[in-house]
């Protein structure tokens, strides 16, 4: 199907199955795919090598503040995975951590990493045709974006979703430590003062707790062709 160059933006809360979802759809109607989290799990890292997070979870906002505009966050696709780069050195394991997960949200909610994130993800989404997903990609990065997608999904799965993700990974994740940082995340990312996940008025929600990812693409065909009046029936690889 010809679906037309857009910006889809896909927010919701975590792991909701947002980057999955979006890297179906990307790879399905050759889109880029942009993950916004992994810019703040980057950001999250260096200040964890660096020493400008404490043990105790104290962030040290003003040696952030100069280095931030120094940092080479960038994505590079690597036989068809979008994989993030700091400078030389791909950090995409390493950002998936759960020592990275449980500092993240507090780094995200700081306005100077978020203003240095956005101008990132708008300039690496100049060509057009992306997808990316987030928690305010609708609301502030994109908010003209031509498709909204917001994701929800019931908490045990969501849980139990990261828990089968990290043992997958090699990892030995504790649930119930798991059940503890998407509630913490949420709460923090929808608490924050800036750019607080909250469900853009025009976005298609979608609550996939008993959806199949075909079920999921299926949807979405569903809402492009509803949307851009696409005359042909979408079709679809898989
Ligand atoms: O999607 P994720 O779990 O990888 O995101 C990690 C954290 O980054 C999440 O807890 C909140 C933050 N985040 C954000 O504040 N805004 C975004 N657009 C994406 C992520």
């Given amino acids: 199907m010809n679906v037309p160059d857009i910006i889809i933006a896909v927010d919701g809360f975590s792991a909701t199955g947002k980057s999955t979802f979006a890297k179906m759809v990307a790879k399905e109607f050759d889109f880029l795919y942009l993950d916004s989290g992994a810019m703040y799990r980057g950001v999250t890292l260096f200040a964890m090598e660096n020493g400008l997070i404490a043990k105790d979870g104290t962030i040290d906002e003003a ?28 950090i995409e394991t390493e950002i998936r951590t759960l020592a990275v997960s449980s500092y993240v949200s507090p780094v995200s909610a700081i306005a100077f990493v978020r203003a240095y994130v956005d101008a990132k993800l708008r300039a690496f989404s100049e060509g057009g045709r992306v997808i990316m997903d987030g928690r305010d990609i609708g609301t502030t990065v994109f908010p003209n974006a031509e498709l909204k997608v917001f994701m929800v999904a019931d908490e045990k799965v969501r849980a139990q979703r990261r828990y089968d993700e990290m043992v997958e990974k090699g990892d030995t994740p504790v649930f119930e430590d798991i059940v503890k940082n998407l509630a913490e995340r949420d709460y923090i990312d929808s608490h924050r003062e800036t750019s607080p996940l909250r469900q853009p008025e025009d976005a298609y929600v979608m609550d996939n707790t008993h959806m199949t990812l075909h079920e999921e693409l299926v949807w979405c065909l569903g809402v492009i062709q509803g949307k851009f009046l696409l005359y042909e029936a979408p079709s679809l690889t898989w």
């Fill in 63 to 90: 040696a952030l503040k100069v280095v931030i505009d120094t940092l080479d966050l960038h994505f590079r696709n690597e036989e068809g995975k979008t994989l993030l780069y700091l400078g030389e050195r791909c």
